[in-house]
Nanobody
Framework: EVQLVESGGGSVQAGGSLKLSCTTSGYTFRTCGMGWSRQAPGKERELVSFIALDGTANYADSVKGRFTISQDNVKKTLSLQMNILKTEDTAMYYC???????????????????WGQGTQVTVSA
């Protein structure tokens, strides 16, 4: 079973930067891609960025132009460079792996998501 471990969170001042990292271990299968999600108090978990198997990266409008997702398939790591951080970025950030269901495809809407324990990011004004 895959294990996802996040690191790099912390407290920063607005306008600052942080780089989150996610290390993976264990065998992965039926993987459609990996990404980062976040959840702030009182809010639903939202997808921040996602990178598909073909390398295509997508970003939430709120972070577009400020965050950059990258992956190292050799080291089996996923990173999220966060620049020009805003107080609105304060949340618990989770590394996620998306998998298709048995008999399904990555284009199917009923894919499965797996998360790590998360790393806290706090941005102060």
């Amino acid at each position: 079973e895959v294990q996802l471990v996040e690191s790099g969170g912390g407290s920063v001042q607005a306008g600052g930067s942080l780089k989150l990292s996610c290390t993976t271990s264990g065998y992965t299968f039926r993987t459609c891609g990996m990404g980062w999600s976040r959840q702030a108090p009182g809010k639903e978990r939202e997808l921040v960025s996602f990178i598909a198997l073909d390398g295509t990266a997508n970003y939430a409008d709120s972070v577009k132009g400020r965050f950059t997702i990258s992956q190292d398939n050799v080291k089996k790591t996923l990173s999220l460079q966060m620049n020009i951080l805003k107080t609105e970025d304060t949340a618990m950030y989770y590394c996620l792996q998306q998998r298709r269901r048995v008999g399904g495809s990555c284009s199917s809407p009923n894919k499965l998501n797996f998360w790590g324990q998360g790393t806290q990011v706090t941005v102060s004004a």
